[in-house]
């Protein structure tokens, strides 16, 4: 059977397609419409669907709308508590309007389909499936957390022979999701988009709040948790957005963090005791927080805890259509990767290399000719197979980097236009990782896990360590991804380093890069050395 997925109404959207329980295709609608977050998650804005995403899914695998079994659309209105608390005031009954109307709107922006077809699936158990339904392995517990969704913003439950059993929820206002959302911008970020700065901010101050943090937020040992009303500024004033943040907001930042990362243990300690499960699945916003993961993966009771690389709004739409796939009959499969959106031939990218009129050459051996710029430092643009799916650069579309060269980061940094704080991430052989990192796990395929740098390591690839000591790893494996292997393993012959840097393949408030233009824009308008797209390889003329 054939089912589409669709996020929409707060953030990221997205549209994903399961085949006969298999997932086909996933991908954000920013990547099409070079939008950020694809729009702002505000009430008013839920009627714009992922139109370009859910066409592509469909042409991915040669389907029509009408031959579609179902539409998961990832919010249900009827769970939607009027003036409930946690809503947008007066606007929120426009974002209930549209999701009610969804259906017809869908029916529009994909001629040929049935309305019926569109089911409502409650944002958390989208969520939970998008992790339970997703994950590598069989029956396990499950633990959602969010900004928030219909009425309430948790769910932990387990799932036993592909059925969710829903054990607990946090009714609204009360929400982790929406307390660290607060304090992004309480620091001068955007909510809903820089929850991960003010993450990296927090290992440059010390959690000296964390005493009076626990009296306003915890877990309530029934699986739920509370968040008082916090006035951000007893704590450090209120910076305007972009302006210059200091120590004490640093050490706000370590203190909410510190806090998230405890509630966090307590909601896994009671899940486990309620489940006796030992494999975890997370998904939510909260849930792309890699320094929680890791506390999770390193002292909660669970053997095993694996990472929607979708975790936020964008996995709903997996969620949904693989929730739908379970509930028509369809034996569902773990998800292949995170390699789901886009990709092109050969020859389609020669043609845009030709109507760019752009020098290139096709080198014997791309990995080789990579490894080789890479150990002269040079910064190299990465855009190989198919794009990723949710918010990191999984080795499809990157920026690569020398990890030996302190300087790299600020290079990269500059290049991105982004924060100097900011760090950035190590690629490694999977088979070299454990002799370099420790405490998170290891596979780690997906970048949502940080390790401690081995003290003998640190001077040798001090790029990638953050300045708490820790780095957020993704590693490669051979069978899984030869070509970057191929990469690692001759970088490694030049070098004797099994590592290269890794960031996202953008630049600052831009999506990451999707299709051959974006790459070449991206090239032609940052400090980039070389471009490796596909087979071809593109160099800066000096």
Known sequence: MRFLGINAIFHDPSAALVVDGRTVAAAEEERFSRRKHGKRPLAFSAWELPEMAATWCLEKAGLRPEDLDGVAYSYDPALVVENGPGQDGAWEMLRTAYAVRAPAFLATALPGLDPAQVKFVPHHIAHAASAGLAAP?????????????EAVSHLAGAYRDGELTILASQTLPHS?????EDVTEHLGFLRSSDEYKVMAMASYGTPKHLPALR?????????????????????????????????EH?????????????????????????????????????ALNCVANTRLFDRSPFREVWVQPAAG????????????????????APMPGADLGRGFTDAELAAWLDVAQIPYSRPPDIAVAVAD??????????????????????????????????RNTERLNDVKGREQFRPVAPMVLENRAAEIFSRGPVPSPY????????????????????VDGTARIQTVSAGRDPLMASVLNAFESLTGLPVIVNTSLNTAGRPMVDDPRDALECFGSAPVDVLAIGPFLVRRSV
């Open 215 to 247: 009296e306003l937020i915890g877990a309530t040992g029934d699986g739920g948790f509370h968040v008082g009303p916090v006035d951000w500024n007893v704590f450090a004033k209120q910076v305007q957005r972009g302006g210059a943040w200091n120590g």
């Open 137 to 149: 392995f069989g029956d396990c517990a499950v633990l959602v957390c969010d900004g928030r969704g």
């Open 313 to 332: 709004d964008s996995g709903t739409a997996l969620g949904g259509a693989l929730h739908l796939a379970r509930t028509y009959g369809d034996p569902v």
């Open 447 to 466: 970048m949502l896990f940080v390790h401690d740098v081995a003290p003998v390591w640190r001077d040798r690839i001090p790029a990638v360590v953050h």
């Open 176 to 180: 982790l999701g929406l307390m660290y």
């Open 250 to 286: 640093a050490d706000l930042a370590a203190s909410v963090q510190a806090r998230l990362e405890e509630v966090l243990l307590d909601l896994a300690a009671w899940l486990h005791d309620r489940t006796g499960l030992d494999r975890l699945a997370l998904a939510g916003g909260v």
């Open 373 to 406: 710029a890479l150990a002269q430092d040079r910064i190299v643009a990465w855009f190989q197979g198919r794009s990723e799916y949710g918010p990191r650069a999984l080795g499809r579309r990157s920026l690569l980097a020398h990890p030996g060269n302190p």
